[in-house]
Every structure is written in structure tokens, then in C-alpha cells.
């Protein structure tokens, strides 16, 4: 799918990026196909990778769950999908169209002894089907997983094994039972697959795993509001997980349309049904008030320091551990835009003024008072120990934040969740301290640190001083890059750059309109992390710079973004691979990397899109002179 976005680079204008890799559309030389043949071959797995076998994995049957464990089986289901279609070349039948076959299954169409209502394999055209149990145990969980075969209903392959707690926490129970059962299927796979799966998943792909089930579930259980937040939650953990994407966009769509249910019988009704939507609503915004409010995380760094002088006479010394509390922007943004997706549905109806709900969410339908401001305060037991594991110092932290909903007019999330604190160990006696020492979390607001992070009360980690210091170069709110706090290390009079992708465990999603801009600053190189997907207007403008990389993450770069004194006069490899560009508008004698531009659509001629681009070589034969550069269809044209 293409996306028409404006670029300007100081050099780019009128961008059209295309989101997705290149097609074959012309005549390929034999090297060619052989490199393409090549780059198709999968690092897990050898052979033809299953390829030809089709399979629908459902959610396993759940025993022993409680009601906030209600979303594992999708959780359980969502690790076994991304694993099959990641690590083989079998086919797995989308889980939106096999909710939609259970959907027609139970629509009441089919006669109860209808062949297809029987087997739902005559509805889904795969050669096997997954299913099973997942059972709660004292320790953890059971998992019984078998593969039939849909043409004679017998077992292919079947898996039985229990894990912990902290195994489901990471994927890893379900990622060997998924080495298991692509072995018994046949797939032969690599000693690097063999790795992946013995490991648990990246954490940004357990927590966008996790939000998917939990919308799954949220939304089949009837509330959509919270589907569509944990939808958005997905998508942001996790920018290529297609499925939240697909679900959110759909999901928003619906509720911003202002239509409730396949028609509206009397205006009585839909004013009962909106009633019933914002009242969901208000539920869902206030349970969070019921468990610790909005997800919070304290950071600490693993490196400990020696404060002031030693007490020589009682032979003490204080030692200190920095710490930061952070309030989760994916939560926040999340829950904005959910908030947003019904406030523009109520508004989509032209009727809230007449139902006595236009001044929502201001006046509230419910006596909940769940938009009122909120806090979470934590009191944070720490423990120093030596490599002997004695104990050698004990200490409280204090520490807190808040949130509230601006509701003057379209609902915005504000958020007070940033706080540094300095913990010390005080009066450690000398004589105890050891090469190595060992911060351990003791509790929670007197809960075991492992129950309060499993309850999501409060998660805790520890990070490097390096990352600790780097992080609070930035403000960051909203998954937004807003400026520096304190400018980053200055070296022979330029600043080397590289923007994160993460900044204290949340995902960048973009940097602000007119952010770093008119500082003025000389950076020597900008890069661009893997990640960000947008750039906002006039973002680093009035600034000079040498050297920019930009990933092929990026869909939009803002007008005048990066517009300086001087101008880029290098762009790097695969600065802006994968996308398609009719219109630059560039300065003069900008050394451009050979492949720059790798990828990219560059125009169409008879509905046929060229993905060859030989804009450095014209750029270089026109003496690399200032001003606008046109390809509508296959050749470029120098405009001055």
C-alpha cells in the first residue's frame, strides 16, 4: 500500500513513500534473480520449510484461570501463530478470519445439523488445525497441544509440558513447545531457530503480544473501548505486528463513526446504546484507578557510588543508587486515543447536544468520577548486599506521580510521572563492602517486588549509567521526541547524534514539530533510529548538518524538516531506502551515498511502477547543481 506523505530534507519535498519492500515489475538479469533467491532464503530452517502445509492454530480451552488471566489462551494462540509463520514456511490462517469463520459458525445461519456448522474445517480451506488445553497449576501451567489433520480428524503431532510463571512472563514455555511441534511437523529447523526459541522474546514483542490478547479478549467479551486502547498499545510495542494494527484501525473506525450496531431502529434506542458506550467507558478508565492507576516504571542504575567523605571513627561510608519513576507514554497515548475515538463517535452523531451528553467527558453518565486526577505513590524497600549476600545496607524510597484528563473539549491525558530520586545506603560499614554488591527489590508498598510486577502494580528494572544519563538528555512525552533537557557531549565543535528508539522502556514514535530547532547547533552526523516512524515540521531546522541517516522506518518527514544554514551535503546509505520519491528539491553539491535510495518506487509509466532509481547518477551528470528534480514516470528532469 503506498502512503502519500511531504519530505523535506532541506533537500526533499512531495514525497510519496511506499511502506513495503519492492515488486518485480520488469525484466531481472540472471545475478539478479540469484541474489533474489538468496535474500528469500529463511535463516531458520532448511529445505522447503513446510512450505505447501496450511494449519488454523486456535486459542487453547483454559482451566483454573482467574479473571484476569481471562486473555492467555489469545495470548497462548497470538505466540503460537507468530512463531509458525516466523520460523516455517507454513501457511497460518489469519486469526481475524478465523474469528470471522466462528462468528458465521455462530450466527445462527447454518441449520444445527449443517456440515459446515459440524466442521469447521469444511470452512477453513487448511490441511490441520491446532488446539488444546492450558491448565493453572500451583507452580504455573500445563500445556496439552495436538495437531490434527482435517482429513481424517488423526493426530499429526503433540506436545505436553508445564512452566513457570516467569516462562509465560516471556513467551519461552510457549516458544519451545513451538520448537516441538514445527520438528513433528517435519520443518528442519536451524541451529539459529533452535536459539531463538530456547530464549524468551524480546520484551517489546511480550508486551505487544500480551496488549493484542488482551484486546482479543477485551473486545469478544464486549467492550470495545478497551480494545481498541489495548489494540493501540499493541501497535506502538510493536510497529510490524500487523494484527494490532489491522484490529485497531478497524475497531476506531467503527466507534468513530457514531453508528451503534448494524442499524439504528429509533433515536430513543441509539441514545440508550450511546449511554451504554460511555458508561463502558468511564468503567474502564476507572478500573485502572482500582489496581495503580497507569502503569509505572522505576529505573535504577546497576552502577553504585560513594558519597561524600568516609567516617573514619565508626568506619562508614554512604553509598547511592540513582533512580528514576516513569509513567508509561504508551499507556498514555493509548488511552488518549481511545478516549478520542468516542468522543468523536458522540460528536459523529449530531445528536449529543439533544440526549443531554454534549458536555461529556466533562459530565460524566456515571458517579464514578473516573477522569478526576489520580496518583500513584509507591513506598520502594531496597536492599545492598555484598558477595557474601550479607546485608549490608537497607533503604525506602519514596517516590510518585500523577495523571489526569483535560477535559476541555477533545480529551487529552496529562501526566506528572517523571521523577529522579538519589537513594542512599547510609552508615555501610567499610569493612563489609566487597568488590561486587548486589541491589536487591525487597517490596512494593509492602508487597513482594515479584507479586507487585506480576499484578502490575509497579515494574522495576535495572539499566546501565550510560543508558540512565543518555535518557535524560531528552523530553519525551506521548512516544513524542519534544528537545533536549541538557544538549548531548560537544567534540571538535560538532555534536554527534544518534536519536533513540527507546527512551526509559517506551518506544519513540515520533520527534515534535520544530523539535531541536534554532538552537542553532553543528552536528557532524544525525542518525535517525530504526523506530520512529514520523518527523515533525522544521524538526532540527536552523541547524547545519553534515551527514543524516534516516531509516526506512520513517513514512513522514515534516516541510522545512532539517532546513539549515548550510544544508545536508551528505546522505548515507539506505538513508531512505523503501520508498518512492517523484519530487526533490536539493541543494548543491550534496554528495549522495550510492545507495541511498535503495528500493524505491521512483514513478509509474502505464500503470507500471519502475523500481530502478538512478537519481545520484543524474544528480552527479547534472555538476550535482541546486534545484528541482522531477520523475513523473521513468526519466528525471532538472527544473531549475
Same mark, same amino acid.
Given at each position: 500500500?503506498?502512503?502519500?506523505?511531504?519530505?523535506?530534507?532541506? #533537500?526533499?519535498?512531495?514525497?510519496?513513500?511506499?511502506?513495503?519492500?519492492?515488486?518485480?515489475?520488469?525484466?531481472?538479469?540472471?545475478?539478479?534473480?540469484?541474489?533474489?533467491?538468496?535474500?528469500?532464503?529463511?535463516?531458520?530452517?532448511?529445505?522447503?520449510?513446510?512450505?505447501?502445509?496450511s494449519i488454523a492454530i486456535l486459542a487453547p480451552q483454559s482451566k483454573g484461570l482467574t479473571e484476569n488471566q481471562s486473555y492467555l489462551p489469545a495470548l497462548v494462540q497470538g505466540e503460537f501463530v507468530s512463531n509458525f509463520s516466523g520460523f516455517s514456511a507454513v501457511s497460518v490462517l489469519d486469526r481475524q478470519r478465523l474469528d470471522a469463520q466462528y462468528a458465521?459458525?455462530?450466527?445462527?445461519?447454518?441449520?444445527?445439523?449443517?456440515?459446515?456448522?459440524?466442521? #469447521?474445517?469444511?470452512?477453513?480451506?487448511?490441511?490441520?488445525?491446532?488446539?488444546?488445553?492450558?491448565?493453572?497449576?500451583?507452580?504455573?501451567?500445563?500445556?496439552?497441544?495436538?495437531?490434527?489433520?482435517?482429513?481424517?480428524k488423526m493426530t499429526t503431532a503433540s506436545y505436553s509440558g508445564t512452566f513457570t510463571f516467569s516462562e509465560l512472563d516471556n513467551l519461552t514455555g510457549i516458544r519451545k513447545a513451538s520448537l516441538d511441534l514445527l520438528q513433528k511437523m517435519g520443518v528442519k529447523l536451524t541451529a539459529k531457530a533452535h536459539e531463538e526459541l530456547t530464549k524468551g522474546a524480546a520484551e517489546n514483542n511480550v508486551s505487544a503480544q500480551t496488549a493484542l490478547a488482551k484486546g482479543i479478549t477485551a473486545q469478544r467479551q464486549g467492550t470495545e473501548v478497551a480494545a481498541l486502547s489495548y489494540y493501540f498499545q499493541a501497535a506502538t510495542f510493536d510497529p510490524s505486528l500487523t494484527e494490532a494494527l489491522s484490529r485497531s484501525s478497524i475497531l476506531n473506525a467503527n466507534i468513530s463513526s457514531g453508528n451503534i450496531g448494524d442499524n439504528v431502529r429509533n433515536d430513543i434506542q441509539w441514545r440508550k446504546d450511546w449511554v451504554a458506550r460511555l458508561t463502558e467507558t468511564e468503567q474502564y478508565f476507572d478500573s485502572f484507578n482500582k489496581t495503580a492507576s497507569m502503569p509505572y516504571t522505576l529505573f535504577y542504575v546497576d552502577e553504585i557510588n560513594q558519597v561524600g567523605e568516609i567516617d573514619y571513627r565508626n568506619e562508614t561510608i554512604t553509598l547511592s543508587v540513582n533512580m528514576h519513576l516513569h509513567g508509561s507514554s504508551v499507556w498514555t497515548l493509548s488511552i488518549e486515543r481511545a478516549l478520542q475515538a468516542v468522543y468523536d463517535g458522540l460528536d459523529a452523531t449530531k445528536r449529543k447536544d439533544v440526549w443531554g451528553l454534549g458536555n461529556w467527558p466533562q459530565q460524566e453518565v456515571?458517579?464514578?468520577?473516573?477522569?478526576?486526577?489520580?496518583?500513584?505513590?509507591?513506598?520502594?524497600?531496597?536492599?545492598?548486599?555484598?558477595?557474601?549476600?550479607?546485608?549490608?545496607?537497607?533503604q525506602t524510597l519514596q517516590t510518585g506521580g500523577y495523571w489526569e484528563l483535560n477535559r476541555g473539549g477533545r480529551p487529552e491525558v496529562n501526566?506528572?510521572?517523571?521523577?529522579?530520586?538519589?537513594?542512599?545506603?547510609?552508615?555501610?560499614?567499610?569493612?563489609?563492602?566487597?568488590?561486587k554488591m548486589t541491589i536487591r527489590v525487597v517490596t512494593v508498598n509492602g508487597t513482594a517486588a515479584e507479586t507487585a510486577a506480576r499484578n502490575g502494580i509497579l515494574q522495576i528494572r535495572a539499566i546501565s549509567k550510560k543508558q540512565f544519563d543518555s535518557y535524560g538528555y531528552w523530553r519525551f512525552a506521548k512516544g513524542e521526541l519534544q528537545g533536549?533537557?541538557?544538549?548531548?557531549?560537544?567534540?571538535?565543535?560538532?555534536?554527534?547524534?544518534?536519536?533513540?528508539?527507546?527512551?526509559?522502556?517506551?518506544?519513540?514514535?515520533?520527534?515534535?514539530?520544530?523539535?531541536?530547532?534554532d538552537m542553532p547547533l553543528s552536528f557532524s552526523n544525525i542518525i535517525i533510529s530504526e523506530g520512529i516512524k514520523y518527523i515533525g515540521e522544521r524538526a532540527f531546522a536552523g541547524n547545519e548538518i553534515r551527514e543524516l541517516t534516516i531509516h526506512n522506518s520513517v513514512i513522514s518527514?515534516?516541510?522545512?524538516?532539517? #532546513?539549515?544554514?548550510?544544508?545536508?551535503?551528505?546522505?548515507?546509505?539506505?538513508?531512505?531506502?523503501?520508498?518512492?520519491?517523484?519530487?526533490?528539491?536539493?541543494?548543491?553539491?550534496?554528495?549522495?551515498?550510492?545507495?541511498?535510495?535503495n528500493y524505491f518506487i521512483t514513478g509509474q509509466k502505464d500503470g507500471v511502477e519502475n523500481e530502478y532509481s538512478d537519481f545520484v547518477e543524474f544528480y552527479n551528470k547534472q555538476g550535482k547543481k541546486a534545484g528541482r528534480y522531477e520523475r513523473p514516470f521513468v526519466s528525471w528532469k532538472y527544473i531549475k
Amino acid at each position: 500500500m503506498k502512503k502519500i506523505i511531504n519530505i523535506i530534507v532541506f #533537500l526533499l519535498l512531495s514525497v510519496v513513500c511506499w511502506a513495503g519492500g519492492s515488486k518485480d515489475t520488469g525484466k531481472a538479469s540472471d545475478s539478479n534473480t540469484q541474489q533474489q533467491k538468496t535474500a528469500s532464503a529463511s535463516p531458520y530452517y532448511t529445505g522447503d520449510g513446510g512450505k505447501g502445509m496450511s494449519i488454523a492454530i486456535l486459542a487453547p480451552q483454559s482451566k483454573g484461570l482467574t479473571e484476569n488471566q481471562s486473555y492467555l489462551p489469545a495470548l497462548v494462540q497470538g505466540e503460537f501463530v507468530s512463531n509458525f509463520s516466523g520460523f516455517s514456511a507454513v501457511s497460518v490462517l489469519d486469526r481475524q478470519r478465523l474469528d470471522a469463520q466462528y462468528a458465521e459458525l455462530l450466527s445462527g445461519y447454518y441449520d444445527d445439523n449443517a456440515k459446515a456448522g459440524l466442521d #469447521l474445517g469444511h470452512l477453513t480451506p487448511t490441511d490441520y488445525i491446532m488446539g488444546g488445553d492450558i491448565t493453572r497449576t500451583a507452580t504455573g501451567y500445563s500445556l496439552q497441544m495436538q495437531i490434527t489433520k482435517t482429513s481424517d480428524k488423526m493426530t499429526t503431532a503433540s506436545y505436553s509440558g508445564t512452566f513457570t510463571f516467569s516462562e509465560l512472563d516471556n513467551l519461552t514455555g510457549i516458544r519451545k513447545a513451538s520448537l516441538d511441534l514445527l520438528q513433528k511437523m517435519g520443518v528442519k529447523l536451524t541451529a539459529k531457530a533452535h536459539e531463538e526459541l530456547t530464549k524468551g522474546a524480546a520484551e517489546n514483542n511480550v508486551s505487544a503480544q500480551t496488549a493484542l490478547a488482551k484486546g482479543i479478549t477485551a473486545q469478544r467479551q464486549g467492550t470495545e473501548v478497551a480494545a481498541l486502547s489495548y489494540y493501540f498499545q499493541a501497535a506502538t510495542f510493536d510497529p510490524s505486528l500487523t494484527e494490532a494494527l489491522s484490529r485497531s484501525s478497524i475497531l476506531n473506525a467503527n466507534i468513530s463513526s457514531g453508528n451503534i450496531g448494524d442499524n439504528v431502529r429509533n433515536d430513543i434506542q441509539w441514545r440508550k446504546d450511546w449511554v451504554a458506550r460511555l458508561t463502558e467507558t468511564e468503567q474502564y478508565f476507572d478500573s485502572f484507578n482500582k489496581t495503580a492507576s497507569m502503569p509505572y516504571t522505576l529505573f535504577y542504575v546497576d552502577e553504585i557510588n560513594q558519597v561524600g567523605e568516609i567516617d573514619y571513627r565508626n568506619e562508614t561510608i554512604t553509598l547511592s543508587v540513582n533512580m528514576h519513576l516513569h509513567g508509561s507514554s504508551v499507556w498514555t497515548l493509548s488511552i488518549e486515543r481511545a478516549l478520542q475515538a468516542v468522543y468523536d463517535g458522540l460528536d459523529a452523531t449530531k445528536r449529543k447536544d439533544v440526549w443531554g451528553l454534549g458536555n461529556w467527558p466533562q459530565q460524566e453518565v456515571t458517579k464514578l468520577n473516573a477522569f478526576a486526577k489520580r496518583s500513584g505513590n509507591f513506598s520502594v524497600v531496597f536492599e545492598l548486599l555484598n558477595n557474601n549476600n550479607k546485608v549490608i545496607g537497607r533503604q525506602t524510597l519514596q517516590t510518585g506521580g500523577y495523571w489526569e484528563l483535560n477535559r476541555g473539549g477533545r480529551p487529552e491525558v496529562n501526566v506528572n510521572a517523571d521523577d529522579k530520586n538519589t537513594l542512599n545506603f547510609q552508615k555501610v560499614n567499610a569493612n563489609d563492602i566487597t568488590d561486587k554488591m548486589t541491589i536487591r527489590v525487597v517490596t512494593v508498598n509492602g508487597t513482594a517486588a515479584e507479586t507487585a510486577a506480576r499484578n502490575g502494580i509497579l515494574q522495576i528494572r535495572a539499566i546501565s549509567k550510560k543508558q540512565f544519563d543518555s535518557y535524560g538528555y531528552w523530553r519525551f512525552a506521548k512516544g513524542e521526541l519534544q528537545g533536549f533537557v541538557e544538549r548531548p557531549q560537544q567534540r571538535q565543535g560538532y555534536y554527534a547524534l544518534t536519536v533513540p528508539d527507546i527512551i526509559w522502556g517506551d518506544q519513540v514514535i515520533s520527534i515534535g514539530k520544530e523539535a531541536f530547532s534554532d538552537m542553532p547547533l553543528s552536528f557532524s552526523n544525525i542518525i535517525i533510529s530504526e523506530g520512529i516512524k514520523y518527523i515533525g515540521e522544521r524538526a532540527f531546522a536552523g541547524n547545519e548538518i553534515r551527514e543524516l541517516t534516516i531509516h526506512n522506518s520513517v513514512i513522514s518527514i515534516g516541510d522545512n524538516a532539517f #532546513l539549515g544554514k548550510r544544508g545536508v551535503k551528505y546522505i548515507a546509505n539506505t538513508a531512505l531506502s523503501y520508498g518512492s520519491i517523484n519530487t526533490i528539491i536539493i541543494g548543491a553539491n550534496v554528495n549522495i551515498a550510492k545507495n541511498a535510495f535503495n528500493y524505491f518506487i521512483t514513478g509509474q509509466k502505464d500503470g507500471v511502477e519502475n523500481e530502478y532509481s538512478d537519481f545520484v547518477e543524474f544528480y552527479n551528470k547534472q555538476g550535482k547543481k541546486a534545484g528541482r528534480y522531477e520523475r513523473p514516470f521513468v526519466s528525471w528532469k532538472y527544473i531549475k
